[in-house]
């Protein structure tokens, strides 16, 4: 499948994107919200899930899941944050804290392509 990966840490992102192309993904990466939008809005057909940083410049990762979803209402959406995450989960989203070992991201990536899949 395709993720699309979106975190302004550079070195997390490129870490990240290649552990899932290693994993047999394709992997379109994104280092702000923006770029994420205008990435998505150009791919969506093919993006299965997007793994959105939670606190990012410009477009927070919760404005950029609102223009995603209004392009694609349907996205599995992975936010990953730092930061304390909601206990509750909107449908088709899931929540990751950082920081998270690839095992778990790999993890929980496959389950919602499944889930997808499944519909």
């Known amino acids: 499948g395709t993720v699309l990966l979106v975190d302004d840490e550079d070195a ?4 990240v994107a290649s552990a899932l192309r290693r994993e ?3 992997v379109l990466e994104a280092h702000d919200g923006l770029a994420g939008v205008q990435l998505f809005a150009r791919h969506a057909a093919q993006i299965d899930v997007v793994v ?3 606190t990012l410049p410009g477009l ?13 209402p349907d996205v599995r959406v992975l936010f990953s ?7 509750a ?12 070992r690839l095992r778990e991201l ?11 899949d499944k519909k």
């Open 12 to 15: 997390l992102r490129v870490a």
């Open 81 to 87: 944050s730092a930061q304390t995450l909601p206990s």
């Open 106 to 116: 790999i993890q929980t990536i496959r389950e919602m392509m499944d889930s997808a």
């Open 60 to 72: 927070s990762g919760h404005d950029v899941c609102e223009e995603i979803c209004r392009l694609k």
């Open 24 to 26: 047999g993904f394709s």
């Open 89 to 100: 989960e909107e449908p088709g989203q899931r929540y990751l804290g950082k920081p998270y």
């Open 52 to 54: 959105l940083d939670q």
